[in-house]
């Protein structure tokens, strides 16, 4: 049986060309997931497996576009195999080994979308090696240097993490402020943020930063994991004046730094363990954005001990009682499960985050979930969240808030059977309880329900807000807040017309994701990795409408007198070639039955009248709706 390539760009004629003489070009895939396709002269699509761009990973720049302007190079996802000592399944001599398959693999999501390049994503081996580097924590410069006391922390991961360009990095906090889940009542003493590329979990953290943002706080206090290696079994505290991000310098409250040092003995002046960690560095732009007059102390936590750890958020709790301080401590949650798998393990881990009892926590993040394949760790960075607890309580915290919470896979750059969580926390002084509420499980429609109006409505705001943001930042919205009936995985495509001619066409034919993320994943296919066309540029989209085409399933058919013209999209197969036309088509180029089929035909790569021979052809239906409809 032949398999159904999982994704199609083009429903649609080819551009540029009589529709009859079309010839299948459009038959290959965005080039873009775990299964690639490549078109040859004839049209006809040849699958291959590429285990280096699981993911995203292939969104990197190869030609000047928005994302060079904007200061943007790739953006790394959350460090997979530089975890801390305490939660480390490999070492460093495991991790190399057999490390090109694996780094190609995990930097998918490592490393994030700048318009223009994932076409020829591993084509070019300086950009594995560079993954490499990522995916092994070593990325950025690790030398240590001398921590003087008025040395400012130079950025380590801008233009890879998050952009390296003040404007662009600006763009990017507004938008995911602005998205941010509102703040509750209460006064945050600690928070649990993300620390992963800003494509991936900048909406997380924001949800996390944004519960502070209404109240004053004069000393932030960021306590990281140990990505690097450096310094483990201690607690590195950041002695300098400064730490630079293209948003300025964040001062150093040194004088805070110094009697942490003084009062705990496991906490060491270390610049090593400084140098390359970006699991700090990620959550400054936040405080100098909502805290431009605070002063910072960043203190990276390289021990598992629970002795360590408890002393360290003792010793915080003492120094900062009395002060205007708010903890942050960086973790992300479940290391490369499937997207079903991480969140059920995650809200394992979030749940026991809120009890604010490190005991449970320790006891789940020790005891993973049985039968969990590729579940590396629970929480890379639990180290920091337990001290984090502990100065909580210390400081009068009595209830914890799950915020919110996403995974890779929810994001339209990612994939469903390898991601990694992120979750946003607080810790406050409010009325005694656990609060998990945004984490509470929530069913897809059981049966496929045709969208509302509001849904669609919301569908294609959703499609031109990725395009736009992917444009202007790099980054892309996470999808949330859509009705259950978007919860289920449905075909869709994305055509993109530029004063009423064709400008983009993708679609996914056998979904693996919901229709909410599949939405933002196809547009962004359709205005940058449709090879028929050029990547869509920032003065171009206001003058594209985007049409969404949601599919129902395939059906077999007996024979062409079952096609309705103007009702169905039909799909051939023949010969392991095959060609899709979606239903809008046929009456868009007024064609007749036949003509129809002999068209499918020339797309597939094959001849004219293939159809009336030893052809399968099935037949679907789409709901079809533009941003014209709604105006």
């Not at 032949?2 to 070009?25: I, M, Q």
């Not at 195999?81 to 080994?97: D, K, V, Y």
């Not at 920091?384 to 996403?406: C, K, Q």
């Not at 296919?525 to 085409?549: C, H, N, T, Y």
Request: with cysteine; charged share 25%.
């Amino acid at each position: 049986m032949t398999r159904l390539t999982p994704r199609l760009h083009s429903g649609c004629p080819e551009r540029g060309r009589d529709a009859t003489e079309s010839k299948g070009t459009a038959h290959g895939s965005r080039l873009e997931a775990s299964h690639r396709l490549k078109a040859d002269g004839r049209g006809m699509a040849r699958e291959r497996r590429l285990s280096a761009s699981r993911t995203g990973a292939s969104w990197r720049n190869a030609s000047a576009g928005a994302g060079d302007r904007a200061g943007l190079s790739p953006i790394s996802h959350a460090d997979p195999t530089g975890r801390p000592p305490h939660c480390r399944s490999t070492t460093a001599e495991e991790a190399f080994a057999g490390a090109a398959d694996r780094s190609r693999e995990r930097a998918a999501r490592d490393r994030p979308p700048t318009p223009g390049g994932w076409l020829t994503a591993w084509s070019r081996v300086p950009a594995a090696v560079a993954a490499l580097a990522v995916a092994l924590g070593c990325l950025g410069e690790l030398a240590a240097t001398d921590q003087g006391a008025q040395s400012v922390r130079e950025p380590a991961v801008a233009g890879q993490f998050y952009a390296a360009d003040a404007r662009a990095l600006n763009a990017t906090l507004d938008a995911v402020l602005k998205d941010a889940v509102p703040p509750g009542r209460e006064a945050p003493i600690a928070i649990v943020a993300p620390h992963a590329g800003y494509v991936y979990s900048g909406q997380i953290a924001a949800d996390a930063w944004r519960q502070a943002a209404s109240h004053q706080y004069d000393t932030i206090v960021v306590l990281g994991a140990n990505h690097t290696g450096a310094g483990s079994g201690r607690v590195g505290v950041f002695t300098g004046s400064g730490i630079r991000t293209p948003l300025g310098v964040a001062n150093v409250d040194q004088a805070l730094a110094a009697a942490l040092i003084r009062e705990d003995p496991d906490c060491v002046a270390d610049a090593a363990m400084h140098a390359g960690e970006h699991s700090l560095e990620v959550q400054i732009p936040f405080a100098q954005r909502l805290f431009p007059t605070a002063s910072v102390v960043a203190a990276v936590v390289a021990s598992d001990d629970a002795a360590v750890i408890t002393r360290l958020g003792r010793t915080l709790g003492r120094l900062l009682a009395g002060r205007r301080a708010l903890i942050v401590a960086s973790s992300d949650l479940s290391h490369y499960p499937s997207w079903k798998d991480a969140v059920s393990a995650d809200r394992r881990t979030l749940e026991a985050m809120a009890s604010l009892d490190p005991d449970r926590v320790r006891s789940v993040t020790s005891a993973p979930p049985r039968g969990v394949p590729n579940l590396a760790t629970c929480a890379c960075g639990e180290a920091p969240v337990l001290a984090a607890m502990a100065a909580a309580r210390a400081l009068g915290a009595t209830r914890g808030r799950v915020v919110s919470y996403a995974n890779s896979g929810d994001l339209p750059i990612g994939e469903p059977d390898r991601v990694v969580g992120y979750g946003a926390v607080v810790f406050s002084a409010g009325e005694p309880g656990v609060d998990t509420a945004a984490i509470a499980p929530h069913q897809a429609s059981a049966v496929a329900l045709p969208p509302t109006s509001a849904d669609k409505k919301q569908m294609l705001a959703l499609a031109r807000e990725t395009i736009r943001r992917y444009l202007d930042t790099g980054t892309v919205p996470l999808a949330r807040g859509f009705s259950a009936s978007l919860e289920r995985p449905q075909g869709v495509f994305v055509t993109l017309r530029r004063r009423g001619a064709l400008r983009g066409c993708i679609g996914e034919m056998q979904p693996d994701r919901p229709l909410r993320v599949l939405v933002g994943s196809m547009a962004l296919a359709a205005a940058f990795g449709d090879p028929r066309f050029e990547k869509v540029k920032p003065g171009e989209l206001k003058e594209i409408e985007v049409e969404i085409s949601i599919l129902t399933p395939f059906r077999e058919v007996a024979g062409p007198q079952a096609i309705v013209l103007g009702r169905d999209g039909v799909l051939l197969q023949k010969d392991r070639r095959s060609a899709v036309f979606l239903p809008q088509v046929a009456t868009e180029e007024r064609w007749t039955r036949d003509e129809l089929l002999d068209n499918l035909c020339l797309k597939a790569g094959m001849t004219a009248g293939c159809w009336r021979s030893g052809a399968r052809l099935s037949t679907f239906q789409a709901d079809v709706f533009k941003e014209s409809d709604f105006k």
